[in-house]
């Protein structure tokens, strides 16, 4: 080992058939709204994230990816269909639904994106910060665009 022992993380999805670690720190948790994340999850979208060099595949045969956008993928598990992950290519990082994570790893929740998206049949009750669009992006193709 190091001089300083990793954080490993491991996550899977329902069936079993995707199982990977992360082998580095978690971000905290953004709520995204979006009307893509609200299509692919039948809801509204919670999000940790990691280094991509810090995530590692242990198993993946059913592992599919959905291109839902130019910059983006969509990836989640063809047997189960359970969603675990999103993937910009213009981004060193990749999204991680916490649901997947094993041994409810501490995460603490920090803002609500894509805020303008939200259906009428929920509204948010909390109060961390909440974004009309991405932090730092003026409308919601931005996003799946270059990083401003
Ligand atoms: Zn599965
Ligand atoms: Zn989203």
Known sequence: MSMTEEQIYSGSC???NVIFNVNGELSGITYCHCTQCQKASGHYVASTSA???D???LSDSSLRWYQSSKNAKRGFCSNCGSNLFWKLSVEDEIGIWPGSLDNS???KSIEHIFC???PSHYEIKDDLPKHEFFPGYENESDIYG???
Do not use: R, V
Request: net charge positive; glycine share 6%.
């Open 14 to 16: 329902a069936c079993g």
């Open 51 to 53: 280094n991509i060099a």
């Open 55 to 57: 995530f590692e595949l």
């Open 105 to 107: 790893p501490k995460l």
């Open 116 to 118: 303008s998206s939200i």
């Open 146 to 148: 270059i990083k401003k």
